[in-house]
C-alpha cells in the first residue's frame, strides 16, 4: 500500500521568509507522482505543484518548489518569501495507478502560519 | 465559470435522513470523483467515475450510492445518514490524458448530521 506522511502538524514563518514543508512517500511503483494542494481557511483546494518520479529537475512554479530527493523518497515543499496569503493547510499527495484506475491519496496535511 | 460545481454547499440534516449532493463539471474531464474530509482535515477518495462507469470504490459503507448520468456529472446519495457522516465532501475531475493532471476540485458541500 502506498503512502504519504507529512510529519508537521503545523509551522510557523516569518513574513517573506521561506519555509519548507515536509513530505515523505512510500511506494514500490518506479512510476509515480507528487502533487501538493493548498487548502485556505475558506475551504477551497488549489492545486500547487507537480513532481513526477522520473522527472529530472525539481519542480518549480513561481514562488513554490520542490524538493525532491527520490532516494529518501521525500518530496518537501518549499514557499520562499512567504506572504500572509500563505496561511492555509498544505496537502502532500500521490498519484495512485494509472489511466482510468488513477486516484489521488493524500498527507494529513501541515498548517502554516504566516507571521506579520 | 465555475469549473467544479457542487451543491448544496451547507447540509445540515438529522440522523436517519437520506439526501442527496449534486456535482457537475464543465472541464470536458472523463473521471469524477467524491472525496470525505473528516474533522481533522484529512481527505479520503471515496469514489471515482470514468465516463459514467464506476471505477474506484474504496470500501464505503452501501449506503452512498453514487451516479453518474453522464460525464459531466457525479451526483451522490446517501441513505440513513449517521452521526458519523458529518464531513466536508469534495468532488473532483481530472483530465486521463496525462499523469501531471491534477485534481480539480469543488468548493465542498459541508455536511452536518444531528
Known amino acids: 500500500a502506498q503512502k504519504i506522511t507529512q510529519t508537521q502538524p503545523g509551522m510557523f514563518v516569518q513574513e517573506k521568509e521561506a519555509v519548507t514543508l515536509d513530505c515523505t512517500y512510500d511506494?514500490?511503483?518506479?512510476?509515480?507522482?507528487l502533487f501538493w494542494y493548498k487548502q485556505p481557511s475558506s475551504g477551497e483546494m488549489i492545486f500547487l505543484i507537480y513532481?513526477?518520479?522520473?522527472?529530472?529537475q525539481n519542480a518549480t512554479e513561481g514562488r513554490y518548489s520542490l524538493n525532491f530527493q527520490k532516494a529518501r523518497k521525500s518530496a518537501n515543499l518549499v514557499i520562499s518569501a512567504s506572504q500572509l496569503g500563505d496561511s492555509a493547510m498544505y496537502f502532500c499527495?500521490?498519484?495512485?495507478?494509472?489511466?482510468?484506475?488513477?486516484?489521488?491519496?493524500f498527507g494529513a496535511g501541515t498548517r502554516l502560519f504566516v507571521k506579520a | 465559470d465555475t469549473a467544479v460545481s457542487q451543491t448544496p454547499k451547507y447540509l445540515v440534516t438529522q440522523m436517519g435522513n437520506d439526501k442527496s449532493i449534486k456535482c457537475e463539471q464543465n472541464?470536458?474531464?472523463?473521471?469524477m470523483y467524491w472525496y470525505k474530509q473528516d474533522s481533522k482535515k484529512f481527505l479520503k477518495i471515496m469514489f471515482s467515475?470514468?465516463?459514467?462507469?464506476?471505477?474506484i470504490n474504496e470500501t464505503v459503507p452501501n449506503r452512498f450510492s453514487p451516479k453518474s448520468p453522464d460525464k459531466a456529472h457525479l451526483n451522490l446519495h446517501i441513505n440513513s445518514l449517521e452521526l458519523g457522516d458529518s464531513a466536508v465532501y469534495f468532488c473532483?475531475?481530472?483530465?486521463?490524458?496525462?499523469?501531471?493532471?491534477?485534481?480539480?476540485f469543488g468548493n465542498g458541500t459541508r455536511l452536518t448530521v444531528t
Open positions: 473532483a475531475s481530472r483530465s486521463d490524458g496525462q499523469n501531471n493532471s491534477p485534481l480539480h
Open positions: 472541464l470536458g474531464h472523463d473521471t
Open positions: 511506494t514500490s511503483d518506479p512510476s509515480y507522482g
Open positions: 467515475y470514468n465516463n459514467k462507469e464506476l471505477i
Open positions: 499527495a500521490m498519484r495512485e495507478g494509472s489511466g482510468r484506475g488513477f486516484k489521488t491519496i
Open positions: 513532481q513526477g518520479s522520473y522527472d529530472q
